[in-house]
Nanobody, 122 residues
Framework: QVQLVESGGGLVQPGGSLRLLCAAS????????MGWFRQAPGKEREFVAL??????HYTDSVKGRFTISRDNAKNTVYLQMNSLKPEDTAVYYC?????????????????WGQGTQVTVSS
């Protein structure tokens, strides 16, 4: 069965960095769109970044600060987060989809991880 397991979250000061990991299994990882979403308390889940076949895409608020990458040999996708801000505080979710249609909406993704908490605070 499909599994997505996130790790790497934690508490970091403003301006700091974190690297999230998502280990995937149960599907052909290299051919899937892989994405990161986040959900802050009281807010909807929002798209952060995606990776597919050498293509990456980011929401405007993280461009220049976050980098998504993947290692198809390890079935793992990463999210390097630099220059973190308090407004980046959220639960971060890994997602996978075979088609990549409607990628900006959570409804466009087939599979989800359980999430990892990122808190940016001094």
């Amino acid at each position: 069965q499909v599994q997505l397991v996130e790790s790497g979250g934690g508490l970091v000061q403003p301006g700091g960095s974190l690297r999230l990991l998502c280990a995937a299994s149960g599907f052909t990882f290299s051919s899937y769109y892989m994405g990161w979403f986040r959900q802050a308390p009281g807010k909807e889940r929002e798209f952060v970044a995606l990776s597919w076949s050498g293509i990456t895409h980011y929401t405007d608020s993280v461009k220049g600060r976050f980098t998504i990458s993947r290692d198809n040999a390890k079935n793992t996708v990463y999210l390097q987060m630099n220059s973190l801000k308090p407004e980046d505080t959220a639960v971060y979710y890994c997602a996978a989809d075979s088609l990549g249609l409607g990628y900006a909406s959570p409804r466009g993704w087939d599979y989800w991880g359980q999430g990892t908490q990122v808190t940016v605070s001094s």
